[in-house]
């Protein structure tokens, strides 16, 4: 048997296909079969320091889970990184944050990278391996959690925020919500902007791929 990748959503739905999509998307992308399974009690993901620590005991147990169910890798799917530590103590597989796997992609691809999240200031663990090549950290208007990025104007705001980052002189685009996947908005930013644009999801099943041998 192939070996798979698990991937941990922190958004909680009764949908499978929607809780599948991150894991669809990483096997489109590099032909890795993935598993995906959501936390419970999460119905607008992780948008503040409190839903991400009610986050942490629960990416930790279904991070057991996944490994026991025989999963080579596991992607935290989430550019917080939330547990991210104590995920890695407490499995014996690979675990990648998509926080900080987007911010290592993107370091390969420009010297000004410019972040774009739903909260004001980039996830701590992207500006951490980020260092001087941060450029700068925006919010769509109107998004405050990943849930808003679905509605009618999620990418029009979306596309806005990126482009003020673009003449602020950011060279590279970081996507720091994996909701920003679920929206398929990279092709439109590159498309439209003409710059990289690191998709979090995407940058932690290239991880993945490494980390599963």
Known sequence: MIAHIGVIRVLTSD???AVAAHGRAIEERYGIPAVSRCIPGQPHGIHDDESERRAETEIVALARELAADGAAALVISCAADPALERTREAV?????GAGSAAAAVALGLGSR???LGIRDQAPP???AV??????GAV???GVHRTTDLLAPEGPAAV????????EAGADTLLLACT???TIGIRPLLEDRLGVPVVDPVLAAGLMASYGRG
């Open 15 to 17: 949908d499978a296909l």
């Open 139 to 141: 919010r769509p208007r």
């Open 130 to 135: 980020l260092g001087e090549r941060f450029a």
């Open 92 to 96: 014996d597989v690979p675990v990648i």
């Open 179 to 181: 909701g920003l996947n």
């Open 113 to 115: 990278v410019g972040v």
């Open 125 to 127: 663990a992207v500006r």
């Open 159 to 166: 596309l806005e925020a990126a482009a003020g980052l673009v």
